[in-house]
């Protein structure tokens, strides 16, 4: 399912998807300009965690302010999807609740 | 004009403990004069651990009344204040520190405390999250720990409001009336009010209020500041300090870290104002001690200000010189922690004249003029 926007009166969007990142185990295609967010949102995923009580959670502010978007970045909880950028072999779980740090002998 | 039997002066932890604690010995003729609102002095600003582990034997007693009172504070008062005994983890990085934490613990346990002494390999092995490296030893009791500062402060406020005492907010003290040797009364900036008995419980403020009776209380003010992370799942159940490493650390029930340091620098006066030189120099050494941190972030900064005295031990008690003025003040930093207990001593002392759960003459204004001070190591 490809969402990008392909023609747009003023922007022009560059660049071919030449990265591969992991959503929850599954191999993803990226161009290397994407956030995790805009990634994520052109390969069809919309929720990107889910809170303590179960409701779905997903881009909103995109310009890193309301903690909507966090996500899991290879382990590191709280990551916000829509101001990281992805990168080659990345591994991005969805963050249910509050994020888990990480300590040595859990790496 | 208004009468009351006390009036107190502070609407912090402290004030507010002093009027709970009064009117449930049933005295409500009680007014609390707060000069901003509740908990926006040092209370609402500190870090909020509960501990009795103390070097000073008349603190650790003092420490283990309050944590009586902090168990059933929700019995009490009727309000969840989030406290939780998770424990205090005491750590020690010099060989000093750790020479006078087994002296402390020895004391300890005399009173009747339960404490451990931990290697680092047994604090590495219970909490692997710490870096233990150049940590000489820990002690850690479990029934400290930490609640919400606010909660408690508005948890006194509301059940000695209940009970029938007044609290004035916005309500700023300007002077204190005393005619041959006694208080009779307080002036306001909401009017004027007749009373026996004036508690300076001001904190930060509480050298000018007690120049208002005449009486001078050996305090200082200074800043002191925190910084509070985002939210994380609750993993870190104890509290954390260090007073050669200079820092402690919880975390709060939903899951933010809140740490702080002091800092030898720091000029004396009220100041609120927050620093860059914290925050990098407390994420610096924080991230090292506490590896996890490196991928947290940061929210917000604040500051509240110490009441120290000489000592670094709290001035409680009534004056001698001036009937009716008594003053719970000079906390230095563990006024939190010691409020239900200095409030129910002060409230016995004064409806009947004194204590009957914990002694508090320790703390009377008169060790200075004496000489009998015992410096307080405990504290960051």
Redesign the interface.
């Known amino acids: 399912m490809d969402r990008r926007i392909k023609s747009h009166p003023i922007l022009e969007f560059e660049g071919e998807e030449t990265v591969t990142f992991y959503f929850e185990g599954t191999p993803l295609r990226a161009k290397p300009s994407d956030t995790i967010a805009s990634a994520l949102i052109a390969n069809g995923i919309d929720i990107f965690g889910w809170t303590e009580k179960g409701r779905a959670r997903g881009f909103f502010c995109a310009i890193g302010k309301c903690s909507s978007c966090l996500v899991v970045v290879n382990g590191t909880p709280n990551i916000r999807a829509c101001i990281t950028k992805v990168k080659e072999g990345m591994k991005v779980e969805r963050q249910i609740g509050r994020g888990m740090p990480l300590w040595e002998e859990k790496q | 004009m208004k009468e009351y039997r006390v009036c107190i002066i502070g609407g912090g932890i402290i004030g507010t403990s002093i009027a709970f604690h009064l009117a449930k010995l049933g005295e409500r003729r009680v007014a609390v004069f707060e000069r901003s609102y509740i908990s926006s002095g040092a209370t609402g600003r500190c870090g909020g651990g509960i501990r009795q582990q103390w070097s000073a034997r008349m603190n650790v007693r003092l420490a283990m009344r309050s944590v009586k009172l902090f168990e059933r504070f929700e019995k009490d008062a009727g309000f969840d204040i989030e406290y939780r005994q998770g424990g205090y983890l005491l750590m020690a990085f010099t060989e000093e520190e750790a020479e006078r934490f087994e002296r402390n613990v020895k004391m300890q346990r005399e009173e009747g405390l339960d404490v451990e002494i931990l290697s680092p390999k047994m604090v590495k092995e219970r909490y692997?999250?710490i870096n233990t490296e150049n940590l000489i030893l820990a002690t850690f009791c479990q029934t400290d720990g930490h609640a919400n500062p606010h909660l408690a402060n508005f948890g006194y406020a509301f059940a000695a409001r209940r009970l029938g005492v007044d609290i004035y907010t916005h309500a700023e003290v300007k002077d204190i009336i005393v005619q041959n040797g006694s208080v009779m009364g307080i002036e306001s900036s909401i009017g004027s009010f007749k009373c026996d008995v004036v508690v300076n419980a001001a904190g930060a403020w509480s050298k000018e209020v007690g120049k208002m009776a005449g009486i001078d209380i050996p305090t200082t003010s200074y800043r002191h500041q925190i910084f509070v992370t985002?939210?994380?799942?609750?993993?870190f159940p104890f509290m954390a300090i260090s007073f050669d490493g200079n820092f402690y650390i919880r975390q709060t029930k939903h899951?933010q870290m809140i740490m702080g340091q002091g800092d030898p620098n720091e000029k004396p006066g009220v100041n609120r104002n927050v620093t860059y030189e914290f925050l990098k120099s407390m994420s610096e050494k924080m991230t090292k001690i506490f590896?996890?941190?490196e991928?947290?972030?940061i929210l917000r900064q604040w500051a509240g200000c110490y009441n120290m005295s000489p000592d670094a031990q709290p001035i409680v008690g009534c004056s001698k010189k001036v009937n009716g003025f008594c003053y719970a003040a000079g906390f230095s930093g563990h006024g939190f922690m010691l409020a239900p207990a200095v409030g129910e001593a002060l409230a016995e002392l004064i409806i009947k004249g004194s204590t009957e759960h914990v002694d508090i003459s320790f703390l009377d204004i008169d060790r200075f003029e004496k000489g009998e001070v015992e410096i307080e190591g405990n504290v960051v």
């Open positions: 692997p999250f985002e939210s994380l799942r609750d993993f899951g590896p996890f941190l991928n947290v972030r």
